[in-house]
């Protein structure tokens, strides 16, 4: 069985789980919204266990300004250019929500040490696509399409931006933004010529923070939006209504004959999963619904708040966090229909379950997780966005936000904190940062889709 | 026309500043080192305290009413009506940021493209 072709990634998920265990991670930390006038910047950490810098920082690449608020991050290609000699994984597009601009990062010349390569400027891609607030990226063959949220003046709903292989624009990827009225995050499934993309809210919207009476003025998503990916336009959207309250991760199965896949809906914490049925039409039902929890300084109780969600690499474990209870749970989809609750683990939160794991107080909730290839190691930050951490977890501006591992069950189910690994950004040399999203070299499990 | 900006929370440091100019830029020049994003009124990331004196700030789509009635500007895109005193930077956030589930919005205090005026 041939283990790598001539380009980057696996020949498809289940070479892609027998891959090395990764030694390096790498995560954003931003002091945006901190007071810390200090630029954001890529953090790598080491998770070696072998190694003598285990479960530390070993370096940070900075990004030119300030205030950028480094959010989510992509590759420059992924395993759908496998078959590609003359590609490879060797960028980091990590954009700037708040600033607009994109960062490329160099982590392959030197994965222990990545440099900045490259930036393309949000002035510039205003002024070529009238796009602002980048947020998820993909690529697609030689082709990155990075969902933008919101015009150059912040409003609803964005488009998509499609660089070329070298990071030049090529200008507006979508040929229709039909009916859609704000996006998010998308993930696409090409043997099924299908993209499907969620909606947060307009960046005047979210970034200034959260204000609950504009859900109900509609300034938030409800809906997700199925894609004719060839004709790059929507063809269907599944109004969510009450369960659906700003659906935000998109994930497929990595299965890519599956029609499978599922969101998050963020403030209904609800999962909604959807499939193709047998006359060839999409289906959208809700199969987990985390009920809200007494609190008791609360005068009502508090809703999770389903920040990410993530499927193993064989389909076969979904995984969600609640981000204001403070808990990561385990499913077994192996019937998508019918999830099997395996697992779960508290850390941080406002139920209080959990304040201190590892022997660091934990700021924040579970937030953005990144799972092994293998599926054994579940990685966790805690940190959503700077103005609604601000608005939750006030002293994270003073505690800063930590990462830690969860070892996963992958034959019975389960989970349980790694006793040895912690990483707190509180104690960063600049003063206390945030992590967010996190990756690590040669892919991962919210990276990669095969054609 | 000039006005002067006085920052509270950095000495009562002044500075003369074009009052056609939104105040983030013309501090910046001044070399007033200040937060900010989006640069065009959206993100809240440039707000600061007015404690004495007036700006035009319509542009501005990121504070709702609340926010607004505690002093808050936004610098990126407010110009001095008058002399000012300011205090900057998030030490001046202890206002701006509240938990939406515990202490909610009336209807008024909205961000202005929503809010209903106040019942009297
Ligand atoms: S810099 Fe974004 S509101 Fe001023």
């Known amino acids: ?451 | 026309m000039m006005r002067t900006v006085t920052i509270a929370n950095r000495d009562n440091a002044t500075f003369q500043v074009d009052h056609r100019k939104p105040l983030l830029d013309s501090l910046r020049a001044n070399g007033v080192d200040l937060p900010y994003g989006c640069k065009y009124g959206g993100c809240i990331t440039c707000a600061a305290k007015l404690t004495a004196g007036e700006v035009h700030q319509g542009a501005q789509v990121a504070l709702n009413n609340r926010q607004i009635s505690h002093g808050y500007v936004i610098l990126c895109v407010a110009r001095p009506m008058s002399d000012i005193t300011l205090e900057i930077g998030v030490e001046s956030h202890d206002k701006l940021y509240r938990n939406p589930f515990l202490d909610p919005l009336e209807p008024h205090e909205l961000k202005p493209d929503i809010a209903t005026p106040k019942d009297i």
């Open chain 1, 1 to 451: 069985m041939t283990k790598h072709c001539c380009g980057p990634g696996y020949a498809s998920p289940a070479e892609a789980m027998k891959a090395p265990r990764e030694k390096l991670l790498y995560t954003i930390a931003i002091y945006t919204g901190t007071g810390i006038q200090k630029p954001d910047y890529l953090a790598t950490i080491d998770n070696d266990p072998d190694s003598p810098t285990y479960s530390q920082v070993i370096s940070r690449c900075e990004v030119p300004g300030i205030g950028d608020e480094l959010h989510h991050m992509g590759w420059n290609a992924c395993s759908s250019c496998f078959d590609d000699a003359s590609m490879s994984r060797k960028y980091l597009l990590v954009p700037g929500v708040r600033s607009s601009n994109i960062h490329i990062i160099d982590c392959a010349t030197d994965p222990r040490n990545p440099t900045l390569f490259k930036v393309i400027e949000g002035a510039e891609i205003k002024a070529k696509t009238n796009l602002s607030a980048p947020h998820t990226i993909h690529c697609l063959g030689s082709e990155i399409i990075i969902s933008m949220l919101g015009d150059a003046k912040g409003n609803a709903p964005g488009g998509y931006l499609h660089l070329d292989k070298d990071f030049n624009i090529v200008g507006r990827w979508e040929n229709s933004m039909g009916g859609i009225k704000f996006g998010y995050d998308f993930w696409y499934q090409p043997r099924h010529n299908v993209m499907v993309s969620s909606e947060w809210a307009a960046p005047n919207t979210f970034m200034p923070g959260f204000d609950l009476e504009e859900v109900g003025h509609l300034k938030y998503g409800r809906e997700i939006h199925f894609w004719d990916f060839a004709k790059k336009e929507p063809m269907k959207t599944m109004y969510l209504g009450e369960d659906g309250l700003i659906p935000l991760e998109v994930r497929f199965h990595h299965n890519p004959d599956s029609s499978h896949g599922f969101v998050g809906a963020a403030l209904s914490a609800n999962i909604i999963h959807w499939w193709k049925d047998a006359a060839g039409e999409w289906q959208w039902e809700k199969i987990i619904d985390v009920e809200n929890e007494p609190h008791p300084e609360w005068p009502i109780p508090v809703p999770g708040v389903i920040s990410v969600i993530l499927l193993s690499m064989d389909d076969k474990y979904l995984y969600f966090c609640n981000w204001l209870h403070g808990d990561i749970r385990q499913y077994d989809i192996s019937d998508p229909h019918k999830p099997v609750f395996t697992g779960q683990v508290w850390l941080g939160g406002l139920l209080g379950k959990a304040p201190e794991v590892n022997g660091v107080k934990v700021t924040g909730g579970p937030q953005m997780i990144q799972l092994s290839l293998d599926g054994k190691r579940l990685y966790v930050t805690t940190s959503l966005f700077s103005t609604w951490d601000n608005q939750f977890y006030p002293e994270i501006r003073t505690n800063g936000g930590c990462m830690l591992q969860i070892d996963c069950d992958t034959e019975n189910g389960g989970m349980k904190i790694n006793p040895d690994f912690v990483v707190d950004f509180g104690k960063e040399p600049n003063g206390p940062s945030r992590c967010h999203e996190t990756r690590y070299p040669g892919g991962d499990c919210t990276s990669d889709i095969w054609i």
